[in-house]
DNA sequence: ATGTGACTTTCAGTCCGTG
DNA sequence: ACACGGACTGAAAGTCACA
């Protein structure tokens, strides 16, 4: 368990978490939404767990917005 | 399974088996070095697997590449 | 309304092989 | 060198009680 990938997955936590926020919505009304457990949401945006890229596409498609997940050379912007 | 997740995750798989060529490694030589079994790597550049992003970020380090998973609004470029 | 631990179930990821 | 399958194991994913 790498820093950088600690990294990846707490900055993927706060996008969640801000997102949600501005939408006003709570972490249990996103849940029913993505169809996932309220707890589950609370461990994504903990930045513990290891989730799959199906249960973000969900959790994004609920916070209206497109998952991107892209390799990136390391001197690209 | 919706078609957006469909898209999404052969999307992944070509930009995986692009970089991969690239770099003029086979399957089992990225897997190998990922630490990931050779058959996964074969299913994830045929877009069957649903992969957590530990294994992603696993993959996108032997390729030289920085894992970037985002939310982006739909209105963004 | 959220964090957390303990628990069960399901599937991601492995390991064996074949053409 | 890769696609594909079957059987298996550990981790992802789902459930629940409580603070």
Redesign the pocket.
């Known amino acids: 368990m790498t820093k950088s990938f600690d990294n990846l997955r707490s900055e993927l936590a706060n996008e969640i978490?801000q997102s949600?926020?501005l939408l006003g919505?709570?972490?249990?009304?996103?849940a029913l939404q993505a169809?996932?457990?309220?707890?589950?949401?609370?461990?994504l945006?903990?930045g513990?767990?290891?989730?799959?890229?199906?249960?973000?596409h969900r959790i994004s498609m609920v916070l209206g917005m497109n998952l991107s997940i892209r390799l990136r050379g390391t001197s690209d912007q």
Chains 1, 2 share one sequence.
Not at 35 to 43: F, I
Not at 48 to 56: C, D
């Open positions: 978490k949600r926020r919505l709570t972490q249990e009304a996103l169809e996932v457990d309220r707890t589950y949401v609370s461990q945006e903990r513990i767990a290891n989730p799959s890229i199906l249960i973000l």
